[in-house]
């Protein structure tokens, strides 16, 4: 298919984009340490409670510094394991929470943000796309107006997001508008890979390979397709019962793919050895649908969001395991873009936005709409981001590659964390 243009790209006016004010912080904020989790009764599984209770949060405690520059020196010498090291370096970002606020918005959309992903090479860089077919693409480290492309409107939602690992100046998209596509930087279309031709059929979902040069993608009835970066089909099959939700390539082993749906199952394949619907090394079932299945940085863990109460850990050693269950409140709604928990690129750590329910056993009165920070191992609750201006339901979160800033989805909005004093400089 010859590649035709996209809408008009323009610097656009309607972007808001401003520095967070400066005012008096409450007690609240100034103590936003999460409630540790308990560990619940026997069970086949490890499951946690994450209760959200505010009341009587202790002030964070934070170590010495020279207690990193410790690690660091024994690590040297040989007297100091590396995990134990990787722990401190964990406990360390974990504490610089504390100082972390919302220091830059922007609200460019007329409906919601849909998703979000950030520049692999440019921490200051990312790109989000709206329920209409919009993408913004800003760089909040500097005063430009940010690139603003004009999507179709009603029917044009962007479900998937992904810079081109082989051109960063380009980026993949999957959408409702029946299209899997590659695109610029000035909104043309320069390779379509995959075309449904009608409103029926649309475009879930997609990852790209740098390694095996492979676009992945899923759409709304269960299909997953296989296609080199050339846009040359490898197999198209229906590999799920109903809407292929998401699709991810392992960071390690890029020949090893998760799928999840809302057939309330995620699925393992091997790309080497796919034959059919059947052929997959594992299914993966859940209790309720699924928004999201993530594999950790290192490839050895993978993360899954169902659409109401619960997150799980994987370990890809394990497969045939339980996995450690994470109760956390997260129901599906349809005009709410679906939440998903993320890896920090860096440390051990999942990141969700909270949505309370009456009905979740540890919901608690007035609770907050928070940003939890939950320990990849334990399952424990480690912190709480909350900001009162925006308390909003935060759908989407993912830091940076660097594991510094912090890019939040709330509604029409589009939020940026970073500590204070970091904030002030950019």
Request: hydrophobic share 35%.
């Amino acid at each position: 298919m010859a590649p035709r243009k996209r809408p008009e790209t323009q610097k656009t006016p309607e972007v808001v984009v401003r520095p967070k004010s400066k005012r008096n912080r409450s007690p609240r904020e100034l103590e936003p340490e999460a409630k540790k989790l308990c560990l619940k009764g026997p069970g086949p599984s490890r499951r946690f409670d994450s209760g959200c209770l505010w009341a009587g949060l202790a002030s964070l405690r934070v170590p010495p510094p020279c207690s990193i520059v410790r690690a660091l020196h024994q690590h040297k010498l040989g007297t100091a394991a590396w995990p134990s090291l990787q722990q401190g370096l964990q406990q360390s970002f974990l504490n610089s929470l504390a100082s972390y606020r919302i220091f830059q918005k922007a609200a460019p959309f007329d409906r919601r943000a849909t998703s979000l992903a950030w520049h692999p090479t440019h921490p200051s860089t990312l790109a989000v796309g709206s329920k209409g077919g919009d993408i913004l693409l800003w760089n909040f480290g500097i005063k430009d107006k940010p690139t603003f492309i004009k999507g179709i409107g009603a029917g044009g939602s962007i479900t998937g997001l992904k810079f081109n690992p082989l051109n960063t100046n380009q980026f993949f998209t999957s959408s409702m508008e029946g299209t899997t596509r590659l695109q610029d930087f000035k909104g043309n279309t320069l390779r379509v890979f995959t075309s449904s031709g009608t409103c029926n059929f649309w475009f879930c979902s997609l990852d790209v390979s740098v390694k095996s040069r492979v676009v992945v993608t899923g759409d709304n009835v269960g299909n997953v397709i296989l296609l080199n970066m050339d846009g040359r089909e490898l197999w198209n099959l229906r590999m799920h019962k109903k809407k292929v939700t998401h699709v991810a390539l392992n960071p390690c082993c890029d020949w090893f793919l998760a799928t999840a749906s809302v057939d309330q199952t995620v699925k393992i394949w091997d790309l080497r050895q796919v034959r059919g619907k059947s052929s997959f090394l594992y299914s993966l079932l859940h209790r309720h649908p699924v928004n999201a299945a993530h594999f950790s940085p290192d490839g050895a863990q993978l993360l899954t969001t169902d659409q109401k109460s619960e997150i799980r850990v994987y370990s890809a050693s394990q497969w045939d395991c339980p996995p450690s269950l994470i109760p956390h409140p997260h129901r599906h709604f349809q005009h709410l873009t679906p939440i998903k928990a993320t890896w920090h690129p860096r440390y051990n750590l999942i990141v969700v936005g909270r949505y309370p329910d009456p009905n979740f056993k540890s919901c608690t009165s007035h609770e907050l709409r928070t940003i939890d920070v939950f320990d990849g191992s334990s399952g424990k609750m480690m912190y709480q981001l909350y900001d009162p201006e925006s308390s909003g339901i935060m759908s989407l979160n993912e830091f940076n590659p660097m594991g510094d800033t912090l890019a939040s989805v709330m509604g029409y909005h589009i939020l940026i964390w970073s500590q204070e004093e970091a904030g002030k400089r950019k």
